[in-house]
């Protein structure tokens, strides 16, 4: 999971698909031809040293003089190899990244900017693409005069020979043929290991990405005793910035826990590292007296539910989005879901209720019904353990009462773990977690916090004189 946050959309997309199809097109033929070619001049080559070995040596000359010239095209190939897979990537990130920001663009007005950057990326993607052409055409052409001038020195040769007495005409007319047979083989090869050393790149970012090393995931089916949390001497760093550093933490079972601080301080870090969509580097964290570690997956996601501030949906009907993390659920479960979530009206309201197919993460409904739609599915899953991630953050005030009731019927009975910018979203918490440059502050109760001097204290005061804002 933290692989496919922090790696840009543009590169793993560019890689498993412009820069695998091209591999897919052209990988086959080329090493077929090229191990064709070069098979074919082998043989030929020593046949001619079999019926001459001066027509031998001549083919045997020419060919070393291709080698050499080859090797200069592959490295002229492989200069501009790099740049062009490079720009092949960058052209997708821009766009994608123009696409998926269409909205702020035009809010902002900054449609003639962001242009730009996609026309600086296609203006990059072509000048590689010329580079590439220019350079190997070039290279290439001198590489098919040198076949043509072996195939011309191998039957002159012969001819000269046969002239002069010293071949008969027999092996004259075979070594004619074979001047035209080594000519077509290295040709042939020629032209397709320049191709090679693309692939070779191509081949090299997809290893880079299957390369990745892999979470272990296969530990044991486990049913915890309870849904205590532990976190102990927790650290954390993606590259060379630590992002959580020594914490340690304790979750009571049905609880409710609310972890506040500034922002990118590592707040959804730690329930990254709780429902371990990463691994912890130092430390270890444990669900029911067991570490995360020793669950499958699988066992370990059953006991989580997530509701994200922002929602994807899938395109596809909304019954199907509620039930997508149990396909085998009822209609009547279906819409006893949407019902506690708050959302079976507005459902009702739609062409088709819920068989209304949405579009791509969920664009044709408001951020209220999505998120609606969101915890629908999680009482669907009906997980012991849930967590919020700023889940009613970015909700409109005619919305914020039905999200309210739907998360109040989600969390009965349940271990909650709410990352909060709301005062009444975190003060009935049994604990407030302060967390502030990846460590833990300040740990305690609403009450118990507001009368000491610290982040948590400013945080509440901040949020009472913005609420207390009004326009005369």
């Given at each position: 999971m933290g692989y496919f946050n922090d790696t840009s959309l543009g590169h793993i997309t560019s890689v498993t698909t412009n820069t695998m199809e091209q591999v897919g097109d052209i990988a086959t033929r080329a090493i077929m031809m090229v191990l064709q070619g070069s098979i074919t001049t082998v043989v030929v080559a020593l046949f001619m040293f079999a019926f001459d070995f001066r027509i031998g040596l001549i083919s045997l000359a020419g060919i070393t003089v291709f080698l050499l010239v080859n090797q200069w095209t592959n490295r002229s190939v492989a200069r501009v190899a790099n740049e062009k897979l490079s720009a092949d990537r960058d052209v997708v990130g821009v766009i994608l990244e123009y696409i998926q920001g269409i909205a702020e663009i035009r809010n902002y007005n900054v449609i003639g900017q962001n242009q730009s950057r996609v026309q600086k990326a296609i203006d990059r993607k072509k000048n590689a693409d010329i580079a590439a052409e220019l350079t190997a055409i070039p290279?290439?052409?001198v590489q098919n005069l040198i076949v043509k001038l072996i195939g011309v020195a191998i039957a002159g040769a012969s001819l000269w020979f046969y002239l002069n007495g010293t071949m008969e005409l027999v092996y004259t007319i075979t070594m004619l043929l074979c001047s035209f047979m080594i000519f077509e083989s290295l040709d042939l090869a020629g032209i397709y290991t320049?191709?090679?050393?693309?692939?070779?790149k191509g081949v090299d970012l997809a290893n880079e990405i299957l390369g990745i090393e892999q979470m272990d995931i296969d530990g044991e089916t486990i049913v915890p005793a309870n849904r205590d949390i532990h976190m102990e001497h927790v650290s954390f760093a993606y590259e060379n910035r630590k992002i959580i550093d020594d914490v340690t933490l304790d979750i009571k079972e049905n609880t409710t826990t609310a972890i506040v601080g500034p922002s990118g301080g590592g707040k959804t870090t730690i329930t990254s590292l709780i429902a371990r969509?990463?691994?912890v580097q130092e430390g270890k964290v444990t669900l029911g007296g067991r570490n995360v570690k020793d669950y499958s997956f699988d066992s370990l996601m059953e006991n989580f539910s997530f509701v994200f501030q922002r929602v994807y949906l899938f395109e596809d009907t909304i019954a199907n989005n509620i039930r997508f993390?149990?396909?085998e659920a009822s209609m009547e479960e279906v819409t006893e879901a949407?019902?506690?979530a708050a959302c079976h009206d507005f459902i009702m309201a739609l062409p088709n209720g819920y068989e209304t197919v949405i579009g791509e993460g969920g664009a044709t409904l408001s951020g209220g019904e999505k998120q609606r739609i969101a915890i629908a599915r999680a009482i669907m899953k009906d997980a012991p353990i849930i967590i919020l991630d700023e889940a009613t953050a970015n909700v409109d005030p005619e919305n914020e009462k039905e999200l309210t009731e739907?998360?109040?019927?989600?969390?009965?009975q349940k271990t909650i773990i709410m990352i909060a910018h709301r005062l009444k979203t975190v003060r009935n918490a049994e604990q407030i977690i302060v967390v502030d440059k990846g460590r833990i502050v300040q740990t305690g109760k609403h009450e118990e916090l507001i009368?000491?001097?610290?982040?948590?204290?400013n945080f509440i005061t901040g949020r009472k004189q913005a609420v207390s804002w009004k326009l005369s």
């Open positions: 290279a290439v052409g320049a191709l090679l050393k693309i692939i070779g969509f990463w691994d993390g149990r396909p949407a019902k506690r739907a998360i109040e019927n989600l969390t009965k009368a000491q001097d610290g982040i948590y204290r």
